[in-house]
């Protein structure tokens, strides 16, 4: 069956711009995280969706949020955007949730803030 | 707080030696310990996880191993190959349902 997938792959936006990221999970996953990773750092999380609602945020300011569709796809938006918001984006799905089971992550989207 | 340190940050070993990679968890609660490998442009692949109500678990080369009462699990690579080289990330359940990664150790292996 298909993987999980994101778009765009790549994108360049310039401080104080907004940017959507989209991700369509596994068929049958219910949850989906999303995880912003930058060298160094690691994976940090950021919020993950369960059935439509958010079951968890992680530490990051309120310009970052998300949403998830009836069909399990989910999309995160990060608005007025920092030069510090430069990195990967991933995102993951599972059948019940991140802390229980394996986490199948999509390929992710670069962002570049200028 | 719900942290998880991993050590070390880079390791270089020679092919056929062993690798270990260290994490220490401060959640009691935790009891969901998976570890994922990201090759180089690639994304995080799930190798091996480990459960609170065992304390080894292996798979062909790699072995896990956890301590509850020190809060500490670790990943044991045995007879290392070119292709094990990538970043690795720990990884902790918390007690508020989410899962914490560690920093990642850069695992090189040289011919």
């Known amino acids: 069956k298909a993987g999980v997938t994101q778009t765009p792959r790549y994108l360049i936006k310039t401080r104080g711009q907004q940017v959507t990221l989209s991700c369509s999970p596994i068929?049958?996953?219910?949850?989906v995280s999303w995880y912003q990773q930058t060298p160094g750092q690691g994976l940090q999380f950021l919020f993950e969706?369960?059935?439509?609602?958010?079951?968890n945020k992680g530490n990051f300011p309120g310009r970052f949020s998300g949403r998830q569709f009836s069909n399990s796809r989910s999309e995160m938006n990060v608005s007025t955007l920092e030069l510090g918001d430069s990195a990967l984006y991933l995102c993951?799905?599972?059948?019940?949730?991140?802390?229980?089971?394996?986490?199948?992550f999509g390929e992710g989207s670069r962002l570049t803030v200028l | 707080g719900e942290n998880v340190e991993q050590h070390p940050s880079t390791l270089s070993v020679q092919e056929g030696d062993s690798a270990v990679i260290k994490c220490t968890y401060s959640?009691?609660?935790?009891?969901?310990f998976p570890w994922y490998k990201q090759e180089l442009g690639k994304r995080p692949q799930l190798i091996i996880d480990?459960?609170?109500?065992?304390g080894e678990k292996k798979d062909q080369r790699i072995a896990v191993t956890l301590n509850k009462t020190a809060k500490h699990f670790s990943l044991h690579i045995t007879e290392t190959q070119p292709e094990d080289s990538a970043v690795y990330f720990c990884?902790?359940?918390?007690?508020?349902?989410?899962?914490?990664f560690g920093q990642g150790t850069t695992l090189q292996v040289k011919p």
């Open positions: 068929s049958g996953h219910r949850s």
């Open positions: 959640d009691s609660a935790s009891n969901y």
């Open positions: 990884a902790a359940s918390s007690n508020t349902g989410k899962l914490i």
């Open positions: 969706y369960f059935s439509e609602t958010q079951r």
């Open positions: 480990i459960r609170s109500n065992v």
């Open positions: 993951a799905s599972s059948l019940e949730g991140a802390h229980t089971g394996e986490l199948f």
